[in-house]
């Protein structure tokens, strides 16, 4: 079985104007769809003791404005919503809360990268729907892209957080043990050497 570990990185983003824009809609359309999905969950619970299984696919035919956004996004939403309405239920960790424009943890948005969607090369990266996006890289980079966070800070600056993963090598045995069998004889060179200088000849 093949060991992998994952890494992260993260480079700050400069979007141009259009961009920005797509960035936006996507924060927002992310937001909507939590918070209109965790609302249809509490009212069905209400109505039938059951949890309601709804997914972003649902609402797009009363919003088609949902389609113009990354459709990773929107399933990202939905797969953090579950988790946090599971562990409320397993767990008691604590209710799932609606979603505020104000609050930091909504301007963000998670993306997947699926047969190349997510690629960094020359100093761009290119993301679903937005394309190729200009981007400091500090520093190289090494692994298989498996997602992307794009946020925004209060200063309005854009960030990337890339998730990477990469293959652990074992360690081959060599079957030897040169450094112990190297100490030893070292060792017992300097003890005879000592104790020659003590004999009479």
Sequence with gaps: MVKTRHKSYKFRLYPNQKQIVLFEKTFGCSRFVWNQMLADKIAYYKETGQTLKNTPAQYKKDYPWLKEVD????????????????????????????????????????????????????????????GWVRLKQHRKMTGLIKSATISKTTTGKYYISILCETEIKPYHKTNSSIGIDLGWNILLSSLLVKRLRTLDF
């Design 71 to 130: 459709s990773f996004a929107l399933c990202n939403v939905q797969l953090n919503l579950q988790k946090a309405y599971k562990s409320f239920f397993q767990s008691n960790f604590g209710f799932p809360n609606f979603k505020s424009k104000k609050k930091m943890y909504s301007q963000s948005y998670k993306t997947n990268n699926n047969h190349g969607n997510i690629e960094l090369c020359d100093g761009e990266i290119k993301l679903p729907k937005v």
